[in-house]
Each structure stands twice: as structure tokens, then as C-alpha cells.
């Protein structure tokens, strides 16, 4: 892949960071449940760090770039997304973070499959699979909060 290309599509992936980042803070400015406040301030905070993590890599070699795939346990899969308003409950807040992590990481993998150039599907794979990191940290924190008996 060029690295122009690579860049152009880091580039895209910053965006939705930033947009990410938008969300969850303006969520949280507006939510009155002091859990949900804090999940949606530390969401916004990781969005950031996401942000930065990917500006980093705009100057580095793609095909030295590798993250690890995570399990994805479907969690919420089946569930209707919440309306949001400013009283939503925790578990209802994550699920829509939750369903906003699975699409980045579906369109991820589309543009993965659609890719020709290896080193560009390797680059959209590996977008996807933070996505899928994140989606699990968050169906973790739902499954404990959701079902807190098992534990």
C-alpha cells in the first residue's frame, strides 16, 4: 500500500475518533446518572487517546503495525439500541456504546474484505481489531453490571 493511502485512511479513522470522542462527551454533559456521567467521560477519554494513538501512527511503516484480535461475545447483539436521553440508565448507555464499537468494527472489516492491496486489508484489519477491543472492554463491564449473580 502507498503510503499516501495509508495515511488518507488513518486519516478517516481520526475523524471518527474525533466524532466518537463528541459523542460520548456530549452524552455526558448532559446525563444526569452519576455512573453513566463517568462511563461516557472515560469513553470520551479513551476516544482521545485513540485519537492520539492513531496521529502517532500516520509516521510509521503499515506493515509493521499488528494488534491483537480480541473475542467477540456478542453480548448485545440481539438487544434494541436505547433512545438516548438524558436520563438513560448505565446498562442502557452501554449498550449503545457497545452497538457505535461494533459498527466502527464492521465497517472496518467491509473495507478489510473489499481491499486488494495486502497491505491495505492488513491496515483495515487491524483498525477493526481495536474496535474489537474495545467492544469487548465494554461488554465486559455490561456482562458484570447486567448479570452481577454470576460473579
Given at each position: 500500500?502507498?503510503?499516501?493511502?495509508?495515511?488518507?485512511?488513518?486519516?478517516?479513522?481520526?475523524?471518527?475518533?474525533?466524532?466518537?470522542?463528541?459523542?460520548?462527551?456530549?452524552?455526558?454533559?448532559?446525563?444526569?446518572?452519576?455512573?453513566?456521567?463517568?462511563?461516557?467521560?472515560?469513553?470520551?477519554?479513551?476516544?482521545?487517546?485513540?485519537?492520539?494513538?492513531?496521529?502517532?501512527?500516520?509516521?510509521?511503516?503499515?506493515?509493521?503495525?499488528h494488534f491483537d484480535a480480541k473475542k467477540d461475545y456478542k453480548v448485545v447483539n440481539a438487544l434494541p439500541s436505547p433512545p438516548?436521553?438524558?436520563?438513560?440508565?448505565?446498562?442502557?448507555?452501554?449498550?449503545?456504546?457497545?452497538?457505535?464499537?461494533?459498527?466502527?468494527?464492521?465497517?472496518?472489516?467491509?473495507?478489510?474484505?473489499?481491499?486488494?492491496?495486502?497491505?491495505?486489508?492488513?491496515?483495515?484489519?487491524?483498525?477493526?481489531?481495536?474496535?474489537?477491543?474495545?467492544?469487548?472492554?465494554?461488554?465486559?463491564?455490561?456482562?458484570?453490571?447486567?448479570?452481577?449473580?454470576?460473579?
Amino acid at each position: 500500500m502507498k503510503t499516501e493511502d495509508a495515511k488518507k485512511i488513518i486519516s478517516t479513522a481520526i475523524d471518527r475518533e474525533v466524532k466518537a470522542y463528541t459523542f460520548y462527551r456530549t452524552i455526558a454533559d448532559k446525563v444526569k446518572d452519576p455512573a453513566l456521567k463517568k462511563l461516557f467521560t472515560e469513553l470520551a477519554g479513551e476516544e482521545k487517546q485513540h485519537r492520539e494513538f492513531l496521529q502517532g501512527m500516520l509516521s510509521k511503516d503499515v506493515s509493521k503495525m499488528h494488534f491483537d484480535a480480541k473475542k467477540d461475545y456478542k453480548v448485545v447483539n440481539a438487544l434494541p439500541s436505547p433512545p438516548l436521553s438524558v436520563d438513560m440508565k448505565p446498562l442502557d448507555g452501554l449498550v449503545v456504546s457497545i452497538k457505535k464499537e461494533l459498527e466502527a468494527m464492521q465497517m472496518y472489516t467491509q473495507l478489510a474484505n473489499l481491499s486488494n492491496e495486502t497491505e491495505q486489508k492488513l491496515l483495515f484489519s487491524q483498525l477493526a481489531n481495536m474496535e474489537s477491543g474495545h467492544k469487548a472492554r465494554l461488554e465486559d463491564i455490561y456482562t458484570n453490571m447486567a448479570f452481577p449473580e454470576v460473579w
